[in-house]
């Protein structure tokens, strides 16, 4: 076949490239630069080098965020996908109750994340919220404003509400892609309720899988606007997780050079994580294959 | 293993079914042998595998009783039957290996490793998948799969039955003639009771010592191959059956005569005045194109099929098959049609009389 050489078709892409400049290259090649200098105002920049990320690692005060940080990541996957399996089994599998399940699980989806986090706020107050009032009516000392394992236990408890029908509705669709044969078969081979899920569902499950386990990871390190609207990182700095902590340094201190290079490497562990994450579970699915 | 009886057996998906029709599967009364092959054969939407969900017991029949030996099974779930079943789409646990897939079974059964070892090894053989035990089952091809699902079943010895529901469906044409010669030889060696429902003749012909032919959720004949193809007991069977099906011309039956719309056709027996349609049914195999004796007939076409040739003829309005063997000139001096006496079938409502010879 004779295909015309014309290599000013390239112009064509330029449109693209020109906004992928403006909308993410140039924005953070700012970042970039904020990180690699140091500057007094005026536009006026002094070369630092690695000066910033040398202070950041050797921060304790994000030592203490990426803690916290971890930690949240950890619990929250540890609660929301098991959860969300196990309600994705007890999901009615069709008909009108499976419809009002899936827009049931949907809602909390739907709401903004500062909604949520407002929702949470006035939900756990002690003096008008119906959580927070109702524990304190039954003797139990909550305050989730003074109490750092109370703001924790709220945050937690508030992202489970918030995300645990993502994983559900995930897991849902990779049940039901799965044939009824598959289940006829394990009753004449009298598997037990566990044989089934440990043979037929959760292999059959396990693209999903990873796909939830991926978003919850990147999202819960990522989480801003729930925390900082219910606690605002307190009491003290025990909710202040690395976002918060970022916004903090950039916007509240106004220390550009060392939030630039805080955010650089904020960016590069959760590429790095992800990467882990997903090569681990597709090396496991493909060892498998063979 | 066991004798399977159906007893005034029927059923409807409708929860009060007024009229037959309401009935996917109308009232039938059999009893089929312990070890025999028997293939459940119709087209699609018959009741066929609406029949093996019963024997399976996924579907609970609207009235009768299922027997397997002397037990009653008709209200036993599927797991107390100790059926095994190999599915139109290849069910195995990808996750396990070909071993753990065959030893399963067993092993949700409780049995001892050292019988579990040594009896898929067994099967293993009898499967011919030795060489693979070791891998795991996902990247197998579909005929390995369909194997395994087989092995699965084979592996208990207290299985009462095996039923395939078209097993071959999504096998290349090259190894579903092997499948079928494996299981045919496994059936010869083993003797299980095998129950194969499929809608192609020419594996319900070649797998089953008995075929039973479905239609419209009706067992219109039960008979082995040879009987099916000589004496189709209903007109369905005459068609459904045979490549290309049985011919049928309407005739008024009197003694041994009957008059067709193109002429006189010699019956071999003599037969009581019929009501309603009566037709005669003859194989393409037994007819003959002749220069002058017979109905008269008009050649429309000639197939070349390799091994014979199918003429494509007339008659009075009606289209008949005829087959031709390789050496038989085939001219323009063909202007009949004549048919073997000895193998014409006589039809009243489209059900196969009887004559007295």
């Known amino acids: 076949m004779d295909k015309t050489q014309n290599n000013r078709a390239w112009f064509l892409v330029l449109p693209v490239l020109v906004l992928v400049a403006f909308s993410a290259v140039v924005p953070l090649m700012t970042v970039v630069n904020y990180a690699f200098n140091d500057t007094f105002g005026q536009n006026r920049f002094f070369w630092n080098g690695l000066g910033w990320f040398q202070d950041m690692l050797a921060s304790e005060r994000v ?37 009002f399940c ?73 049940l039901q892609s799965i044939p009824q044969a598959y289940y006829q078969a394990a009753r004449i081979d009298q598997a037990s309720r566990w044989s089934i899920f440990r043979y037929i569902e959760l292999p059959k499950m396990a693209g999903v ?10 999202d819960s390190f990522m989480i801003y606007t729930e925390p900082f609207v219910l606690t605002g990182g307190g009491p003290g700095n025990s909710t202040t997780f690395l976002s918060i902590d970022l916004v903090k340094m950039a916007v509240g201190q106004f220390d550009l050079g060392p939030a ?31 | ?81 100790n059926i095994a079943q190999v599915f139109q789409f290849p069910v195995v646990y990808d996750t396990m290996t070909v071993r753990e897939n065959l030893a399963f079974p067993l092993r949700n059964r409780g049995m001892d490793a050292a019988y579990i070892q040594s009896r898929v090894a067994q099967i293993a053989a009898m499967i011919g998948m030795e060489a693979t035990l070791d891998r795991k089952a996902r990247g197998l091809t579909a005929d390995a799969k369909q194997k395994i699902s087989l092995g699965r079943g084979m592996v208990r010895q207290d299985v009462n039955a095996i039923l395939f529901d078209e097993p071959l469906t999504v096998i290349d044409p090259h190894m579903k003639w092997e499948l079928r010669t494996q299981l045919k030889l496994l059936h010869r060696e083993f003797g299980h009771t095998m129950i194969y429902v499929t809608h192609d003749q020419t594996e319900a012909l070649t797998f089953a010592d008995k075929v039973v032919v479905l239609h419209d959720g009706r067992v219109v004949q039960m ?26 011309l309407d005739a008024t039956i009197h003694g041994n005569m009957a008059q067709t719309a193109a002429g006189p056709v010699a019956l071999a027996a003599h037969y009581a005045p019929q009501n309603g349609r009566t037709q005669i049914g003859i194989r393409p195999e037994y007819a003959e ?7 008269p007939a008009r050649v429309l076409r000639i197939e070349d099929v390799g091994r014979h040739r199918i003429i494509r003829a007339e008659v009075a309005g009606s289209q008949i098959s005829v087959i031709a063997g390789e050496g038989q000139p085939v001219g323009a001096d063909l202007t009949h049609v004549r048919f073997d006496p000895a193998r014409v079938n006589v039809y009243a409502n489209d059900w196969r009389i009887k004559g007295a010879v």
């Not at chain 1, 971890?70 to 499976?98: C, Y």
């Not at chain 2, 092959?37 to 029949?61: F, M, Q, R, W």
């Open chain 1, 63 to 99: 030592h203490g965020a990426l803690g916290r940080q971890v930690l949240f990541s950890a619990i929250i996957l540890t609660i929301e996908v098991p959860l969300g399996i196990f309600v994705a089994l007890n999901m009615p599998k069709n008909g009108f109750w499976s419809s």
């Open chain 1, 102 to 174: 899936l827009v049931l699980m949907a809602l909390p989806l739907l709401i903004p994340f500062n909604v949520v986090g407002t929702i949470w706020q006035i939900f756990g107050r002690v003096d008008i919220g119906l959580l927070g009032h109702s524990l304190a009516a039954l003797g139990i000392d909550y305050n989730y404003t003074n109490d750092a394992l109370d703001a924790w236990l709220t945050i937690i408890v508030m992202d489970v509400w918030h995300w645990t029908s993502l994983v559900a509705l995930l897991c849902y669709a990779g």
């Open chain 1, 209 to 218: 899988l990873l796909i939830a386990v991926l978003l919850r990871f990147m």
């Open chain 1, 260 to 290: 630039a290079a805080f955010s650089l490497m904020y960016f590069l562990v959760i590429l790095l994580v992800s990467w882990v994450f997903y090569t681990v579970m597709t090396t496991l699915d493909r060892q498998e294959g063979k």
């Open chain 2, 1 to 81: 293993m066991a004798r399977i009886t159906l007893s005034n057996l029927a059923h409807s998906y409708y929860p009060n079914p007024k009229s037959e029709a309401d009935f996917a599967l109308k009232e039938m009364d059999h009893v089929w042998d312990d070890g025999g092959a028997y293939a459940l054969l119709g087209a699609s939407g018959c009741g066929k595998t609406t029949l093996l969900n019963i024997i399976s017991g996924l579907v609970h029949p609207s009235q009768g009783r299922v027997l397997f030996g002397d037990r009653d099974v008709t209200g036993a779930p599927t797991a107390e039957r």
């Open chain 2, 223 to 248: 008979g082995t191959p040879q009987e099916l193809f000589e004496t189709p007991e209903h007109t369905f069977v005459g068609y459904f059956i045979g490549s290309p099906g049985m011919n049928l």
């Open chain 2, 289 to 295: 194109m002749t220069a002058g004796i017979g109905l």
